[in-house]
Nanobody, 116 residues
Framework: QVQLVESGGGLVQPGGSLRLSCSVS????????MGWYRQAPGKQRELVAT???????NYADSVEGRFTISRDNVKKLVYLQMNSLKPEDTAAYYC??????????WGQGTQVTVSS
């Protein structure tokens, strides 16, 4: 059974930092490209960052230079380090294996709110 459990969200002031974590089970984690999505109220879900099995990363223009995605293939964890946060980063954040095989699997997400 595929399980995706995100954590680490919260309320932070503009300019602050947060580190999100995602625990993954039920898939061959080390072989899968992993990604972080976010969805703000009234907006479409947005792909924020991806990381391949060997650590090659890619970022949306909106977070390039501020966010860092990483992974631990032994612990089956994916991280998203978010620095210099802006109010427009406010959203629910979700991790997900990028393979179409897992297109219908989503975790509960973790809420990030950037506000003074």
């Amino acid at each position: 059974q595929v399980q995706l459990v995100e954590s680490g969200g919260g309320l932070v002031q503009p300019g602050g930092s947060l580190r999100l974590s995602c625990s993954v089970s039920g898939i061959a984690f080390s072989f899968n490209v992993m990604g972080w999505y976010r969805q703000a109220p009234g907006k479409q879900r947005e792909l924020v960052a991806t990381i391949t099995s060997d650590g090659v990363t890619n970022y949306a223009d909106s977070v390039e230079g501020r966010f860092t995605i990483s992974r631990d293939n032994v612990k089956k964890l994916v991280y998203l380090q978010m620095n210099s946060l802006k109010p427009e980063d406010t959203a629910a954040y979700y991790c997900k294996p990028m393979s179409v095989r897992y297109r219908n699997y989503w975790g509960q997400g973790t809420q990030v709110t950037v506000s003074s």
